[in-house]
Structures are given as C-alpha cells and as structure tokens.
C-alpha cells in the first residue's frame, strides 16, 4: 500500500519504508507508477488529487481518496508532534490500514461529482452576492441615485453568471448516467427540484457510500445530536456535521413541500400542536426529505 500527501506542484509519497517527492504532473504521475506499486491512498487536497488519481485509476490501479480531518484526527490520535508532508504520507497508510475495509475504492465517477461541486459551489457564491447586492439597492437609489443603475446592472450580470455555473453543473451531471439518474429520481420528490438535487449530489458526493438512509441523514448534520454526562441526559440540537450548503438545499425543499403537499403540512401542524417552534417543525421536515431524497436517488424502497 502506497501513500500519497499532494500539494498544488509535488506528491510526497510513502512506498515501504522509503520517502519519495514527485511532480505532480503527467511526468510524475508516470514516474510514480513505475516506481511503486498500488493500491494508492490519496489525501484529498481540494481539487489537486484528482488528476494523480484519475491517472493511477487508469493504469488499472486501486485508489483510495481519503479525508483530511480524518487522517489528521488519526494522526492525533497516534499523539504525533511533528507534521510534515513526508510524515503526512506515513500517516495516511497507517490510517488507510487501520479503516480497511470501510474506504471504498475512488472511480472516475467522483471526479465528475467534484467538478460539479466547484461549479455549485461558485453558482452559490456568486449568488450570493448579486442577493447581497440587490437587498442594497433600495437605499443605494435613495442616497445615490445616479450610481443605483450602473449597481443594478452589475447585480443582473452577477446573477446571470450564477445560473450559467448551475447551467454548466447541469450539464456535467446529464453526461454521467449515473449522476443523471440519481438528480432525475430526486426530483420526483416534492419540494426537490434540479437545483436542490444538483446540490444534493455536489455537496453528498457519491451516494451509494452511505449504507442506508440513516447514514445520509446523518451526514447532512441535520439528526439531533444526544448529550450526555454522568446523570445528565439531553437531546441537543442538531449535529450540524455536514455540509451547511445541504442542509440549506433539504430546508428550501422542506418549505415548498409544506406548501404543496398536504402530508407534509400536516406533519408541520403536528409538531407545531406538540409545541414544537417553527424552525425545529422544518428542520424534522428537512430530514424527512433527506431520507426520502437519498431513497430514491439510489433505488432504496
């Protein structure tokens, strides 16, 4: 098993018991393939793993991509002091040893999901900002009024540009069977509609590493987290451990599926008798969807 730390221009890689520095690029890519022998372990680092990994995965190697909090929490609990790139590389074989058969093969198929993410990610943003901008523009054309149109100009542009990312995350999604089966089932969903689905899959990744249901809900950091010490038992609040973008994404669902499904605004009316608080009726809401999103997007009954 051969460990690989990437930064932006090198892979620091633990083959053995040797250290080795390759470019990252082609030139090194094929140098490391030659020298050393899978499967690969690879540390996420944003996007810069994914062309090593979709290089080695087309050697015919194994390749396992794996998170940078959860090799560092092992690495904490090694109780390391030191951290370098070489040390890191080490790290993450002990890691990828110690998980075994939890981490799942890496396939070109994330590749795709990770594009789609950096263009959500960038349609969000940018729309975000012509919001932010546009929710001034009231005040802008009461003081400023000779600079409110060159403002409502660049609040269009920041827009158009924003549904143009989700455009473009559309069309990488229709080009993969795979991903475009899972956003066609997630939209049979009440209250889910291209955007949230495209998020779902930006943001949740591959959907069939979960094992079940559960397991996504889990993720979306939208289940109640119990606390607990010595006689002290509560149920806190949500865990919040997942990406806040898909807990957004679940929340806008949850409010167009109580105003047009019938079910889901009995529920709502149910928690809010039991004394529940608005918010706390749409997050349960929230995760009903999620469940039932991850359901069909997968095929689960």
Do not use: C
Request: charged share 25%; proline share 3%.
């Amino acid at each position: 098993m051969t460990g690989i730390d990437v930064s932006k221009h090198y892979l620091d890689v633990h083959a053995g018991d040797e250290i080795r520095r390759y470019k990252n690029e082609r030139e090194g890519w094929t140098k490391l393939a030659a020298e050393t022998q899978g499967p690969y372990v690879i540390e996420a680092t944003g996007i810069y793993h994914i062309p090593a990994a979709r290089f080695l995965w087309q050697q015919g190697d194994v390749v396992y991509v794996v998170s940078p909090l959860q090799v560092r929490r092992y690495a904490q609990a090694l109780m390391t002091r030191n951290k370098t790139d070489a040390l890191d590389a080490y790290v993450i074989v002990e890691y990828a040893k110690a998980a075994g058969d939890k981490l799942k093969p890496w396939t070109p198929l994330d590749a795709d999901l990770g594009a789609i993410r950096v263009l959500v990610s960038y349609a969000r943003g940018v729309i975000k900002q012509s919001t932010a901008n546009r929710n001034r523009l009231h005040a802008i054309r009461f003081a400023y009024p000779e600079r409110a149109e060159a403002i409502a100009e660049t609040v269009a542009i920041l827009r158009k540009t924003g549904n143009r990312f989700y455009r473009e995350a559309l069309k990488v999604a229709y080009e993969n069977a795979t991903i475009a089966q899972w956003i066609d089932n997630m939209t049979n969903v009440t209250g889910i509609g291209e955007r949230v689905a495209l998020t779902v899959v930006a943001y949740g990744g591959n959907l069939t590493r979960f094992e079940h249901a559960k397991a996504f809900a889990a993720y979306t950091g939208l289940t109640p987290m119990l606390a607990q010490s010595g006689e002290k038992e509560r149920r806190a609040r949500i865990s919040r451990m997942g990406p806040g973008a898909l807990r957004q994404a679940f929340y806008i669902a949850a409010r167009v599926a109580v105003m047009k499904d019938e079910r889901y605004r009995n529920f709502y009316r149910k928690k809010r008798e039991e004394g529940k608080a608005h918010l706390v009726a749409m997050t349960a809401i929230s995760r009903k969807l999620a469940v039932v999103a991850w359901k069909k997007a997968v095929g689960q009954p």
